[in-house]
């Protein structure tokens, strides 16, 4: 079992490949900083790996199962948990709505019906919203209503509520304070400790990857 990019060659239009032939592997359990210097594709390898973009060639697997590329109908094995979460949600969707579109324990049918207490008690069940400090009262703003630490904190969960087996991190906590990071990487690291995740990272941080990875990959 491992998330793996086998053979990934991947080109903008009219630009040079950033990858070409590109191997490695993700095991459960481990966590990879992707390292390179600014510019060489990390936030575009991130996207591959969760299947935002596909590759020219090669392949994407996910405990052998080709991760699904474009608009996936069922929860992706691989999550990603976008560097500006402004960019990850509907900014004309209610925050509740959007989590609940996450929330893979019933099927979309049942989801649509669900009444918001309803809702809101099966996700306090999984105890994710105690955890990133996710406040009941968000449910009903939008997107621009809350800071980036508090649209951050909704990206890691949605995240979360889909079951993934390995979580995409590209520059997860760049933009908050040292305490929010500190207190954002310490909950998600809990939860993939849990859930035996595997976690691909990448930072600009060498302290914060020298506390966090276990090991490097150069791309």
Known sequence: ????????????????????????????????????PSGRGKTTLCRLLAGYLAPRAGKVLADGAPVPCGIARA?????????????AFDPLVRMGT????????????????VQRGCFLDAVD???LLERFGIRPAWFDRFPGELSGGELMRFGIVRALLACPR????????????????AELWRAVLDC????????????????LVRRLATRQVMI
Do not use: K, N
């Open 1 to 36: 079992m491992s998330l793996d990019a086998c053979g990934v060659t991947f080109a903008y239009p009219g630009a040079a490949p950033l990858f070409e032939g590109l191997d490695f592997a993700v095991e459960p359990g481990e966590r990879v900083a992707l390292s390179a």
């Open 192 to 207: 993939a400790e849990e859930r035996g995740l595997g976690i691909v990272f990448v930072s600009h941080s060498p302290a």
């Open 125 to 127: 069940e999984t105890g």
């Open 75 to 87: 929860p992706r094995p691989v999550q990603l948990v976008w560097q500006h979460p402004e960019q």
């Open 166 to 181: 390995y979580l995409v991190c590209d520059e997860m906590t760049a933009m908050l304070d040292a305490v929010t990071q």
């Open 98 to 113: 959007s989590l609940s579109e996450a929330y893979s324990r019933t099927s979309r049918s049942e989801r649509r019906g």
